[in-house]
């Protein structure tokens, strides 16, 4: 055994020194001396303002090794087996090295990271620059993507072959997406440059932030450090929110990945890009898709930006066995488009015909600085959707939707305001602050502005204020809440300025006034739907660290148990209809189907297999869309071509009047409701039908 240990620190040295030879000339990064005062500054800043505690220990120093590591290396690339072992001399060290602010084993394990990836990457493009090299894309082998189910790579011969299949499979993906495979070699060898550059560029303090975020994590995942450089990133991202296609950024490993997709944007409005998309490609207008794979986020930001009214061109890929290509034009995401808007929708139920009025709201806004000069027509969504209701009311319609799909919150004073319209007096949600001081200065505080019929429709996309508001209301009992699991962010975060930089740390929790908290649970809905967005992958549950669910004591509230007595006979009344419904079991065939394609472990890398495959995706897509279509009377599509074509000359038309074809969730929720309408009749003293308009106090 010991004999054993001594052989393999041996071949690890000889790596290493051949690692080197490749790596001649290139400096060690090394911390800088402020870094010391600095990370214990952020330790004692996590330590004393945070809203969970952590102890500094043995424990501590473990999931920090194993989070660093993940963070510099998540898909199993690089690192080979022997490093992960070296690495672990720290694996009971880095928490006593953190109090001293002693950052040196971060900079030593990022050395290596780099040593290993410059070998390979350096490999990679010789061989691919390499004419007498080959791929062979007829035979049959796959390969493991998901990397939490690969072990870390043994030796350099397990990872060449390893790297073999990934550049097969890339080269693979960009054939499907119509490059000759002489183009997509040289793309495939100009993306590894761009990596292999980003690998030499790097410097103090970029490994330092690399550090100190991965010790921040622990903590949660929204607590992060950012350099001076990377704050002015940061910003320059948010502006791309609001300036450019309307999608928040991150770097993820090499790829530039969708965090969320902006309400009322240009992204938003196109809809096809979502998030957990990884953006691979950039073009302007019709000219060529620049690769961007291990391109820094600033650069990226700045291919994507441009003036508005122009077009981008961007390469995604969703997890699918091949990259598609979509067109955004850009614009600037205003006010008024991301303001609630309402609509009517007409349900006949059992004979008889129900206008539903929809309020879609895509952000919970207000115009703080048109406020604080106490203008009288400040923008907010409180006040916006009172007028709605308003006009809803001339209109005569008999229940309301609120739509929260995909909203992911904002003004926490809108949300309470928001909920004051639809309940009477009394609390909205509960603030837990670090110190565990709880508040509850958050209340409706007037007679409900309207109180009759409503269903509030959510999915994995609604987030934190919007959690407030659909927990609030299912809590008083006020209406059903349908749709999917929301995401599950009950936290509040604030910014904390350091001596270079700053850090932005979770200070608070919300709870509801039923006592449970929004985070990391969500809403669960009172009728659930199928979702679009797959709750392993997007949503607080999946993020390693999330702060836990708890709860805490409920606060007074009224609370009408009537329509929590009618769940049961609306859940199978809406099983029975919605299944049975061409529109929703198409809808619901379709997320399945795609759910199951993405959610593969193992990819093939037979070039002929793969297309079959793709093929058989969109073969079993259109026939699901055809059977629908079918059902309708309509006349099916010929091939996926036609199908693809009409998609795209209902996106040029802009018609975003909401229909049972285009959004069976919405029509479906309001069977829902009318179904609950059509339920609560017996119980309205008034025997006139009485309607809406009557609900809705002036």
Do not use: C
């Not at 450019?244 to 944007?265: H, K, M, P, R």
């Amino acid at each position: 055994m010991r004999q054993l240990a001594v052989l393999t620190l041996f071949a690890s040295a000889l790596f290493v020194s051949l690692v080197s030879s490749n790596t001649e000339g290139l400096a060690r990064i090394e911390p800088e001396s402020q870094h010391t005062k600095l990370f214990r500054e952020i330790l004692t800043e996590l330590a004393t303002s945070h809203y969970s505690t952590q102890s500094i220990d043995d424990e501590l120093s473990q999931a920090f090794l194993n989070a660093y590591i993940e963070r510099l290396d998540s898909p199993k690339r690089f690192f080979l087996a022997s490093d992960i072992a070296e690495f672990q001399q720290w694996q009971y060290k880095l928490d006593d090295l953190a109090k001293r602010g002693d950052v040196s084993p971060g900079f030593y394990i990022y050395n290596r990271l780099r040593e290993r990836a410059i070998e390979q990457l350096t490999a990679n493009i010789e061989l691919l620059n390499n004419e007498k090299s080959k791929f062979d894309f007829s035979t049959d082998e796959s390969i493991l993507i998901k990397s939490e189910l690969r072990h870390w790579l043994k030796n350099t011969s397990q990872a060449n072959d390893f790297w073999r299949k990934i550049m097969k499979d890339s080269m693979i993906r960009l054939i499907l997406s119509g490059k000759e495979p002489i183009e997509a070699r040289k793309l495939l060898a100009k993306r590894y440059q761009a990596l292999l550059n980003r690998y030499t560029q790097r410097n103090s303090k970029d490994v330092f932030e690399e550090y100190a975020n991965a010790f921040a994590s622990l903590y949660d995942p929204h607590s992060s450090y950012f350099s001076p450089r990377s704050s002015e990133n940061f910003q320059i991202n948010m502006s791309l929110s609001l300036e450019g296609i309307g999608a928040q950024l991150t770097t993820e490993d090499e790829y530039t990945e969708v965090v969320d997709i902006i309400s009322g944007g240009p992204a938003d409005i196109q809809g096809i890009l979502k998030p957990k998309d990884r953006i691979i490609g950039v073009g302007q207008g019709d000219d060529e898709i620049v690769d961007v794979i291990g391109w820094r986020i600033d650069d990226v930001v700045d291919l994507i930006r441009g003036e508005k009214g122009s077009t981008v061109r961007l390469q995604i890929n969703s997890g699918s066995t091949s990259d598609k290509i979509i067109s955004i034009v850009r614009d600037t995401v205003k006010l008024e488009e991301k303001s609630a808007q309402s609509s009517i929708i007409n349900i006949n139920n059992k004979g008889k015909n129900y206008r539903l009025g929809v309020i879609e709201i895509p952000t919970f806004y207000m115009d703080f600085e048109a406020y604080q000069k106490r203008d009288p027509n400040y923008k907010s969504t409180s006040r916006d959707v009172r007028k709605l209701l308003k006009e809803l009311k001339s209109q005569s319609v008999d229940g309301v939707v609120v739509d929260l799909r995909n909203n992911g919150g904002g003004s926490l004073y809108e949300a309470t305001a928001l909920t004051d319209l639809f309940i009477d007096y009394g609390p909205v949600v509960q603030i837990r602050d670090a110190s565990k001081k709880i508040y509850r200065n958050q209340r409706a505080t007037s007679k409900a502005y309207y109180d009759g019929p409503m269903v509030v429709l959510i999915n994995r996309l609604s987030a934190s204020a919007s959690e407030i508001f659909a927990g609030a209301i299912q809590d008083y009992g006020r209406g059903l809440v349908v749709g999917s699991q929301s995401y599950g962010k009950g936290t509040v975060q604030t910014m904390a300025e350091l001596s270079s930089g700053f850090l932005k740390l979770t200070v608070s929790k919300f709870y509801r006034v039923s006592g449970g908290s929004t985070q990391h649970r969500g809403i669960i809905p009172d009728i659930i739907y199928p979702s679009a967005f797959n709750t392993d992958e997007i949503g607080e549950s999946h993020l390693d660290s999330a702060l836990p669910w708890d709860q805490i004591h409920p606060v007074p509230h009224q609370y009408s148990n009537t329509i929590r007595g009618l769940i049961k006979p609306l859940n199978a009344a809406h099983k029975q209809r919605a299944y049975s419904d061409a529109n929703f079991s198409s809808m619901a065939s379709q997320l399945a189907l795609t759910s199951e394609w993405r959610d593969q472990s193992l990819i093939n890398l037979n070039l002929e297999k793969r297309k079959s495959d793709d093929n058989s995706l969109d073969q079993s897509l259109l026939s699901i869309e055809n059977k629908r279509r079918l059902s309708h009377n309509l006349k099916p599509y010929t091939n996926v071509d036609a199908w693809e074509l009409a998609k795209e000359e209902q996106e040029d038309n802009n018609n975003e009047t909401p229909s049972a074809d285009n959004d069976p969730m919405l029509f479906e929720t309001g069977f829902i409701l009318s179904d609950q309408i059509l339920l609560l009749q017996p119980k309205i003293t008034d025997a006139k039908n009485t309607q809406v308009s009557s609900h809705i106090n002036q």
